[in-house]
């Protein structure tokens, strides 16, 4: 089974500053797709950003981008110009079959990202 | 147009009672997932409808659990004498289509606190 590995529990940033959290995941399959959520504490989970691991480009979207390294298994989380906004739970997600017929999605267990004024 | 809904956003019981949670998906979405997400945990898979048919019903925990989406569109997860460590946040969302690129969008969850 696919594993999902966030090892930042809590981490915390000042306003417009830059912070990178991380995200590490264990699979043997070739075809499949990361992705970062955002959960406030409305509880309501909020797509981030997506990645193909068949594209080698980083995906970017605004003020977030990824690190996606597919020989290491890495996909970070780089977030620009950080706002009061951001402060969130942040999952890191991997959608793959997982040697069956369907599309799975496994997430980790979070990082509490604070940002400060 | 509207996102998912859930109802209701908060539920209470009391040990061994039978619970019914709702998810309203997004109109014209016929994939559909139910997750359960534990205190201090990601969201775990529960169950998927493509349809009114459980497409992979393999992360339900006991068969004190199970879904119906009987017209294809509102989806009912019932849980059988409830036990506490059932307490967590019930998370489902919808897509279009049960395809890989089809993005999750997701409701805001019903809070199940067993007593």
């Known amino acids: 089974a696919q594993t999902v590995t966030q090892s930042q529990p809590e981490m915390s940033v000042q306003e417009a500053e830059t912070v990178t959290l991380s995200c590490t995941y264990d699979?043997?399959?070739?075809?499949?797709?990361l992705f970062w959520y955002k959960q406030p504490p409305s509880r309501q989970m909020i797509l981030v950003i997506r990645q193909e691991a068949y594209k080698q480009q980083n995906a970017t979207e605004n003020r977030f981008s990824v690190n996606f390294q597919k020989a290491a298994k890495s996909f970070s989380l780089k977030i620009s110009d950080s706002q009061l906004g951001d402060t969130a739970m942040y999952f890191c997600?991997?959608?793959?079959?997982?040697?069956?017929?369907?599309?799975?999605?496994?997430f980790g267990k979070g990082t509490l990202l604070t940002v400060n004024p | 147009g509207a996102g998912v809904s859930q109802t209701p956003s908060n539920k209470v019981t009391e040990k061994g009672k039978y619970v019914e949670l709702r998810c309203d998906p997004i109109s014209g979405h016929t994939a559909l997932y139910w997750y359960r997400q534990s205190l201090g945990q990601g969201p775990e898979f529960l169950i998927y409808?493509?349809?009114?048919?459980?497409?992979?019903d393999s992360g339900l925990p006991n068969d004190r659990f199970f879904a119906v989406r009987p017209e294809g569109s509102v989806s009912t997860l019932k849980i059988q004498r409830t036990e506490r460590g059932d307490s967590a946040v019930y998370l489902c969302?919808?897509?279009?289509?049960?395809?890989?690129?089809?993005?999750?969008?997701f409701g805001p969850g019903t809070r199940l606190t067993v007593l």
């Open positions: 969302a919808s897509s279009l289509r049960l395809v890989s690129y089809n993005e999750q969008f």
């Open positions: 997600a991997y959608l793959g079959r997982s040697g069956g017929s369907n599309y799975k999605l496994t």
């Open positions: 409808f493509q349809g009114t048919g459980a497409a992979d």
């Open positions: 699979t043997s399959e070739n075809n499949y797709y």
